[in-house]
């Protein structure tokens, strides 16, 4: 009778730093690409979906595309990316903010008095 082998965790999977994904043996050394869904993308971006949108259109976002026909995700490690190098534009100072609204074009209304 044979005996079954024995895994422990470390027999199944290495890592090789601290923090990274594992190298799992079916797929060797190949990368492993973590994908999120909307809900998940409306977590790590506070954007609304119509600018994640207009900004994939212009390029400026990075790509979505579709596991199947229903379900569209991104690729987390390039989001994360462009995190980063907004990150680096902002410190940079290179990103232009939007101006602020001229208070002197306001109009005045009435203020309605509590007393009647």
Known sequence: MVKPQQFSQVDKFTIEQPGALPVLPHIGSRRVVRTV????????????????YEMEQRGEFPRRFNLTPRCVVWDLGEVEAWIQERRNASSAGSIELAPGPDVRSRKTRPVKSDRG
Do not use: K, N
């Open 37 to 52: 869904r909307r809900s998940q993308l409306r977590e790590i971006v506070p954007l609304s979906d119509t600018t994640i």
